[in-house]
């Protein structure tokens, strides 16, 4: 995602519902671990998980972003997309150190779809500024419908990411070539947009007439080093995760019947030749 996409959230006021009574301080997620921009509402589900909508209107998109840096993690979200029409949107699940042209960035954005229409998760890997690395796959399913899981396992070796209990992708890191390794990166949530990029290229654009478009997260979790702190106990699951045979069994069912694009096939974007990586995956 472009950063000036990102700095065009435009600061409301913040709408605030109360919890409901009697749900325990500790599902209260959102405002203990984040901070938020835009339109971002709270309520809870009926097991006592707190919800966090996001709202994008005319005036403005809606995010939230962690108030602590990270190093390596694996890091969940539930997410319910916008039902119906939601061309022209984007909704972010994503990793980033900042807006520098050296940044570091790991996503998963899904950029809505004309009704009827299946909702693309792009995926992509940024190193130093070095990006360009988008796989993108057709959801499988109805992402509006319900809630689904959304993991991004991120170590020294790889970066998994996962869509409900499948994986889809695995990043490789090579010696040799930029990988996201020493810039801690804070985590965001964001609803924006992106019209001018998201569906069909940008020839379809978000109909406001459906507006405000809301998207609901919840069941977060951070299993992750803090920058400049321990990691926690039983980080070696993660920080040492290499995709087993039957994960690397859903990545290609993931490609062959789902991928809408793969940057690695991409001759006409990259004409002076192809990312060194893909001629060694």
């Not at 749900?23 to 835009?38: E, H, I, P, Q, R």
């Not at 490789?172 to 930029?178: G, I, N, Q, S, V």
């Not at 609803?191 to 109909?207: F, M, N």
């Amino acid at each position: 995602m472009a950063p000036a996409a990102r700095r065009s959230l435009a600061p409301l006021a913040l709408l605030l519902l109360s919890a409901v009574v009697g749900v325990a301080s500790a599902d209260s997620w959102l405002y203990d671990k984040f901070n938020t921009d835009g339109t971002v509402r709270t309520d809870y589900d009926a097991a006592g998980q707190q919800v966090a909508m996001l709202n994008l209107d005319q005036s403005s998109g809606a995010g939230f972003n962690s108030k602590d840096l990270y190093l390596y993690g694996e890091f969940t979200i539930q997410m319910k997309l916008i039902p119906g029409n939601s061309a022209g949107t984007v909704s972010c699940f994503y990793l980033s150190s900042g807006d520098g042209d050296d940044h570091d960035e790991i996503d998963m954005e899904f950029m809505g779809n004309s009704s009827g229409q299946p909702v693309v998760l792009n995926t992509n890997v940024w190193a130093s500024g070095d990006g360009k690395k988008e796989h993108q796959f057709d959801l499988w399913f109805d992402p509006a419908a319900d809630y689904h899981t959304y993991t991004i396992i991120w170590n020294p070796t790889n970066i998994i990411f996962k869509v409900d209990d499948k994986v889809v992708r695995c990043f490789k890191r090579y010696a040799d070539l930029p990988y996201p390794s020493s810039k801690p990166m804070a985590l965001h949530a964001t609803l924006w947009d992106g019209s001018y990029w998201a569906t069909q290229k940008g020839k379809v654009p978000i109909d406001w007439s459906g507006a405000p478009f809301v998207v609901s997260y919840k069941g977060y979790s951070a299993d992750a080093c803090v920058a400049g702190g321990a990691c926690p106990a039983g980080s070696g699951r993660w920080m040492n995760k290499q995709p087993d045979d039957a994960e690397r069994g859903t990545v290609k069912w993931a490609e062959t019947n789902y991928m809408r694009y793969d940057y690695c096939q991409d001759g006409w974007r990259f004409t002076q030749g192809l990312p060194a990586e893909c001629s060694r995956s």
